[in-house]
């Protein structure tokens, strides 16, 4: 097992317990060699253009504007009822 920091210290990610996980060796090399240290958004990019199916997309959206959109949406369609 080794220590991922899921947002990557190179772009601000911090050793805190919230950015890191334990997971086998295999895997955590496999993730830098496909995804070196990227954004978020540049993940979901490489994901979208090389590997996923094309009838779908893959989005990275931070959880703040996630919440937002779906009060957003929540708000216009309780009022178009």
Known sequence: MTTHHRKPRSIGGKSEPRNIVRIPGNKHAAWHLLFANFTPED?????????LDPDYEFIAIRKEELCESFRLLSGSSSRSR
């Open 43 to 51: 993940i979901a990019r490489l994901i979208n253009e090389m590997y």
